[in-house]
T-cell receptor, first 112, second 113 residues
């Protein structure tokens, strides 16, 4: 069973569209994250949720809106996609009291 | 603010050569240190981690890392690399549970057979 799963794995879309990336974890973790990996492979935190509440919101454009319907899911919705949003987006999760994070396989978003 | 520096951007080695990838972090308090590996087209996988105790930690696939507090370093080593070690290697740090990882910019390792 996949611990942290993201869908879709690849997403190609046009500028201006709205898209969502889904993330689910079956580890029973309370904290979930979204990271962005840019074209130079630099990984940076975007958001963190703990038990459905937003904990970290780095300087990310408000076109990006995370949504956590329950603690096992943290979806990323992106409005009005721009070319610069092209990247690989990684979801991760960790247990309360643990510093160890488990990562999903990533979603490669290409905006054309 | 915490930051992580990986000095080597791209390392090219022949099989059986020894590997050392540098990682330095900037943070004055207690830190947790990690090395992650990303094989081509795959997700991040944890290689090894340091929380406390023995500063020499051993991870999967023959990798090890040494935490040197006085140097704020956590270098990754492997005595003899294999072609299958070709990947991106990321050093990361956080300082408490539930906080996000701060990553270095990664090192690309290319191993020729």
């Amino acid at each position: 069973d996949t611990a942290v799963s993201q869908t879709p794995k690849y997403l190609v879309t046009q500028m201006g569209n709205d898209k969502s990336i889904k993330c689910e974890q079956n580890l029973g973790h309370d904290t979930m994250y979204w990271y962005k990996q840019d074209s130079k492979k630099f990984l940076k935190i975007m958001f963190s949720y703990n038990n459905k509440e937003l904990i970290i919101n780095e300087t990310v454009p408000n076109r990006f809106s995370p949504k956590s319907p329950d603690k096992a899911h943290l979806n990323l919705h992106i409005n009005s996609l721009e070319l610069g949003d092209s990247a690989v987006y990684f979801c991760a999760s960790s247990q309360v009291g643990s510093v160890l994070a488990f990562f999903g396989q990533g979603t490669r978003l290409t905006v054309v | 603010a915490q930051s992580v520096s990986q000095h080597n951007h791209h390392v090219i080695l022949s099989e059986a050569a020894s590997l050392e990838l540098g990682c330095n972090y900037s943070y004055g308090g207690t830190v947790n240190l990690f090395w992650y590996v990303q094989y081509p087209g795959q997700h991040l996988q944890l290689l090894l981690k340091y929380f406390s105790g023995d500063p020499l930690v051993k991870g999967i696939k023959g990798f090890e890392a040494e935490f040197i507090k006085s140097k704020f370093s956590f270098n990754l080593r492997k005595p003899s690399v294999q072609w299958s070690d070709t990947a991106e290697y990321f050093c990361a740090v956080n300082n408490q549970a539930g906080t996000a990882l701060i990553f270095g910019k990664g090192t690309t390792l290319s191993v020729s057979s």
